[in-house]
């Protein structure tokens, strides 16, 4: 990637001789100049919620908007929401950018529950301040104690940056597994009685979308990309205040018929989000780039 970057360098355009269409990662900082460019937009929350992110990363995906993303020739978005913000926030032209939800691994879809102990409250998803988790310690806190005894809060996923004091919380509030490898969440989101993502902004909700395909009720945030990819398959609330958080868990862990209809519904959601689908609209995307 270094070598590519590198300022005057033509390795890209040797390496992409013949080629119609060059689909830039954001690791690319410079775009080869006899192919097509495009590439797809995940989220802008750099530009949203530059302070829930670092300054190096901010800079990274500036720099992405910047020489990738204005010249290109077309571009993908990974929920109407983050088209929308794109539109707004970058100045796309709403014809150069289309809308195309991601996919979800078969393995969700069929996933068996990976046994554990006790029933359990499941988050996923890295450990840093966009993620919200300190809001979730506060709200586990304000549920009844018979609820805190009978459900675990298992909280699964790596240590991200200015996560320190929200890191001993967790450790000494929930029960946290750290990293787990990608093969294994299939089995561990299919057991949870209860998935929660209190996000302050996504945007697509990979996590989100996993659960409602393993079956598994959700609890997410009303904001952002979420309550489009999860239409009426999740249960919403304000993901910044603990007291309604608190309460869509307690109304979820006290009612298993809305968890079953709420699963249900999710399931049905998340059929949008296969990867032939995704395969599917993506040919359809290159072939209109180059006028096929």
């Not at 029960?175 to 949870?192: F, N």
């Amino acid at each position: 990637l270094y070598f590519v970057n590198a300022p005057g360098n033509p390795a890209l355009d040797w390496i992409l001789s013949g080629s119609d269409v060059f689909h830039c990662s954001n690791q690319v900082r410079r775009a080869p100049r006899r192919v097509k460019v495009t590439a797809t937009i995940h989220d802008l929350t750099c530009w949203l919620m530059p302070q829930l992110h670092t300054a190096a990363n901010v800079r990274a995906d500036r720099s992405f908007a910047e020489k990738i993303l204005q010249p290109a020739e077309g571009l993908i978005a990974v929920s109407e929401n983050t088209r929308q913000d794109a539109i707004r926030v970058l100045g796309i032209h709403p014809d150069r950018i289309q809308t195309i939800y991601s996919g979800i691994p078969e393995e969700y879809f069929d996933a068996a529950p990976t046994p554990r102990e006790r029933p359990y409250v499941l988050y996923v998803g890295t450990i840093e301040p966009r993620k919200n988790l300190d809001t979730l310690l506060d709200a586990w806190r304000h549920l009844r104690a018979d609820l805190r005894r009978r459900f675990d809060l298992v909280i699964a996923g790596p240590q991200g940056w200015s996560a320190g004091a929200t890191m001993a919380r967790i450790r000494a509030e929930a029960v946290y597994l750290g990293y787990v490898p990608e093969s294994d969440l299939p089995g561990l989101i299919s057991g949870a009685t209860l998935f929660v993502y209190p996000s302050l902004y996504e945007g697509f909700g990979f996590p989100v979308a996993q659960a409602m395909a393993a079956r598994v009720p959700v609890l997410t945030s009303n904001n952002s990309c979420l309550p489009e990819i999860t239409a009426d398959g999740a249960l919403l609330v304000d993901p910044q205040s603990a007291s309604e958080l608190a309460s869509g868990l307690s109304r979820l862990l006290e009612s298993e018929s809305r968890r079953r209809e709420l699963a249900a519904r999710g399931r049905a959601r998340a059929q949008a989000f296969r990867w032939a689908n995704c395969a599917k609209q993506s040919l359809g995307f290159f072939h209109k780039i180059v006028g096929a």
